[in-house]
């Protein structure tokens, strides 16, 4: 009898008869099936699982338990919560809409902010405000279920759903809503969610700041048993039939009880706990060559490609749709495409400008030219690598921007320090990092101008200097 030998870098397999695998060598090929297919799951879903989790999150850190109850941050973020890569400067609000239970859903918004819906797997659904179809005006919207067939009333800017939750959020200048009390009363009189059979509801307004909550999904096999769940509650037509196909493959489908035994329960924990380093490496080294927003420095975009969903040329990028919804959430046009005076722009930047990992124990400076080209506000915020959160550094918050007023150069330019102490005379631009700790941050412009389009104006690398 013939053997054939296969040697991989996954194992050692044996084929009989020319070309039967032996029952030891079929069973170590189904293991590795199984566990390619749960780390590409994982890898895939992360948009949907982020989503579960943001809404989750919200339910059970902020008391989000109705449309109506809308979650805002009177006081400004701070790095309490856990909420991918949140920033300290805009008054958010959110809530979370399920036109399951609802069905068609009125959102009211008020004038002047930028915000977005998102259905359940993260994609884009329509824009609010200074960007969407109000122009900043405020205006009423409704939500539609996806399988809605009934009348759509006139009065309303519409906007159908993949799937039936929805997570909505926007944010509007402190210098517009005010703070604390001032903030809650200007949203409570401003906005408001509702199920549109119900008729107008007064929005119970929740103040997020300082409260302890964890939107981020885990990294063990609960990611699986949420992700069933997601499964389960939306519709098929929502997903792709390749992506319910990997899903089955793994024992998640609709209808049926997801109930793994202890060889596929280790399979899928021991994927999740891979996919979670998978996607740290596509985030933080990522090989993408249209990552790079300036051929001669260190800066990246968060959207690879520019586009909201990912493609070129009819593709899917599937890494930079993991990099984005790994380290980000709320996806928008808004984000990316040239809108001169409005939307927002972001770069990135998880290491130096000798290409090292930015590291908590050294001190970093970083020179921001003159004439930043904004119509809004920028600022400069630091993030933890493990949970793309704000860095919990002590301090009120771990950023510096245009409200606080920091000190500028003879020329107009601004000097930003990181370090674990603020250098002699720099604590009014310092931002502290943690000894052992990595970092990464985001610069955001707000009423980008052409000269960051134009590329006239860019930042300089973070250098260390100590």
Known sequence: M???????PIGDFEFVLDGYPTKETAQKLFDALDFQRACQAYLDFIPAMSMYSLL???EKGWGCKECSDLVVAA????ATPLVLTGNTESVYFAGNVDLKKDGPTVVEIPPQVLGMAND???RYIIDFGLVGPDKGQGGKYL???PDYEGEVPEGYFVARSLTYKVWIMARVGQQISGMGEQAIKWYGDHCAVYPLKDGFRKPNIINVSGLVADTTHPNDFQYFVNLDKMIQYEPTEAFSTE???LLRALGIEKGQQFNPDERMREILDTAAKTGFGMARAIAYQSREPEAKVYPDRNWEYI???GSHEFLKNGVRNL???TLFHFTAIAVTPAMINKIVGAGSQYLGAYVDADGDYLDGSQTYKLHLPPNIPINSFWSVTLYDPKTRSLLQNGMPKPSINSFDGPEQNDDGSYDVFFGPEAPAGKEKHWVKTVPGKGWFTYIRLYGPLEPFFDQTWKPDDIVKIG
């Open 120 to 122: 359940a797997y993260f």
């Open 319 to 321: 890494d930079a749709r």
């Open 143 to 145: 939500l539609l279920p």
């Open 75 to 78: 006081d400004l973020l701070d």
């Open 243 to 245: 992506h319910l196909g």
């Open 303 to 305: 959207f690879v490609g």
């Open 56 to 58: 989750e999150g919200g």
């Open 2 to 8: 013939t053997t054939e030998k296969l040697t991989t």
